[in-house]
């Protein structure tokens, strides 16, 4: 069985999903077409380093994460560290000629991340980013929907990501409050997986947006120790800390196939946990997602009898082979993590047979572009093209 050594730099919260799925591809997918090995993670201190390793399982720890890339061993180097690394550590990875998978938003703004994604595709080495949402089987299903015309030509798109992670201003700052580190807010950490739904479904470039971006809690605690989600953050020395990244969005967009649509984006909409879905209307029919129902996706269709048409609910089941790999009958729930399985997957698939994996750097650094273009409208308080972004 062929094997893919696994390099894995920042072993915070999305580290450990990363691990987490590396060891259950086997088990899902039977090992195949190879099989991904826990060699070496890299963190910030050797305390962490090791703790991490030992706990998730890595043959091997480092606290300088250029070992990893200096390492001839290393096929994949994952990067999940705050955004503001991303770019150093894919450009060495990408040099050193290892494939790499990388957490969204793929770097602080369009010019680092196009920049990625050319020298990865000079180098010939295979990208993966972390857009794991539209690995959900129901998004293969919606994005063949709408290809197929199914829907007819998509008109209208209403997309939602709001969640309270960051509502209680009790919680205290992390990387993701600064723009040094974050290189933006809300827009850039969950706009970019909005933009990576429409750009999934849909697949017309958006071409122009007004956007508001708001700082909802404009100071936070300082934490007791560095980290974000999954590092102990609490008790800090009771100083505040002031937030220059925004908490809030709303953005309307249009697209170069004339879909017009509205998101909104949110991490301090309390008493919504995780509300993320999307509305898309076209000229024929209609698709509606609901995070609360997670593996279903409703579909609507003009024609038959007015009195009894409606939205049908279209169940995910083991007739798609992703789902298939976790459960033998429909309905049961696949979710977060085993969509990350699912990423996963297809980034071994991807290297194993040396062919582009999806969505690359090329497919983030359109995301980015658009975010980019959200950031001006909102510092101009205008409409603003995205080709006005330069690259
Ligand atoms: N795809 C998703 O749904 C999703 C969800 C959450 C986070 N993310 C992305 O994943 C990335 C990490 O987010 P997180 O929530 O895991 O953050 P986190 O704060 O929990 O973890 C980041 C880790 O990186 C480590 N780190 C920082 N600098 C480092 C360095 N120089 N060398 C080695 N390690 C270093 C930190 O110590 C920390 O443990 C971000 O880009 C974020 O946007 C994606």
Redesign the pocket.
């Known amino acids: 069985m062929r094997e893919l050594k696994i390099g894995l ?7 450990k999903a990363h691990a987490m799925c590396y060891r259950a591809q086997p088990l899902a997918f039977g090992a195949k077409p190879a099989v991904p090995v826990l060699e070496v993670v ?3 201190n050797e305390e ?1 380093a090791s703790r991490s390793a030992r706990e998730f399982g890595f043959r091997r720890h480092t606290a300088e ?1 250029r070992e990893i890339v200096d390492d001839p061993t290393i096929d994949i180097v994952d990067i ?4 503001d ?2 770019y150093e550590m894919a450009m060495a990875a990408i040099a050193a000629g290892k494939h790499v998978y990388c ?3 793929l770097a602080n703004d369009a010019k680092e991340a196009f920049a990625m994604a050319e020298a990865a595709e000079k180098a010939g080495v295979i990208t993966m980013v ?4 539209i690995k959900n089987p129901v998004q293969t299903l919606a994005r063949r929907l709408v290809a197929d015309g199914e829907i007819g030509a998509p008109s209208y798109y209403r997309g939602s990501f709001s969640a309270d992670f960051l509502g209680r201003p009790e919680i205290p700052f ?2 993701r409050n600064d723009k040094a580190q974050a290189g933006s807010g809300v827009i850039g ?1 969950i706009g970019a ?1 909005c933009f990576a739904y429409l750009q999934h479904l849909v697949g017309q470039p958006v071409e122009e947006v007004v956007c508001n971006l708001e700082i909802v809690i404009p100071e936070r605690p300082a934490p007791a120790a ?6 102990d953050t609490g008790g800090g020395s009771g100083q505040m800390v002031r937030v220059d990244t925004d908490d809030l969005a709303t953005a309307m967009f249009k697209t170069s196939g004339g879909l017009n649509g509205h998101m909104e984006m949110s991490r301090v909409s309390v008493g919504k946990r995780m509300d993320i879905g999307y509305e898309l209307t076209g000229t024929q029919g209609a698709l509606r997602y609901f995070y609360d129902r997670i593996n279903d996706l409703q579909v609507y269709k003009q024609g038959g009898d007015p009195g009894t048409t409606g939205f049908k609910h279209v169940a995910m089941g083991p007739t798609d082979p992703r789902y298939a790999a976790f459960y033998p009958v429909p309905g049961l729930g696949a979710g977060y993590n085993d969509f990350k399985v699912m990423e996963v997957q297809d980034l071994i698939e991807a290297v194993a047979a040396g062919e582009p994996a999806y969505p690359d750097f090329r497919f983030a650094a359109e995301v980015q572009r658009v975010i980019d273009a959200c950031i001006l409208s909102d510092a101009e308080r205008r409409w603003v093209r995205v080709d006005e972004i330069a690259i």
């Open positions: 730099i920042g072993a915070g919260w999305m580290g890299a963190e910030v962490i994460w999940n560290t705050p955004n690394l991303h957490e969204k938003p972390g857009f794991n949402y992390s990387w950490d997986h560095h980290g974000g989600f999954s590092q």
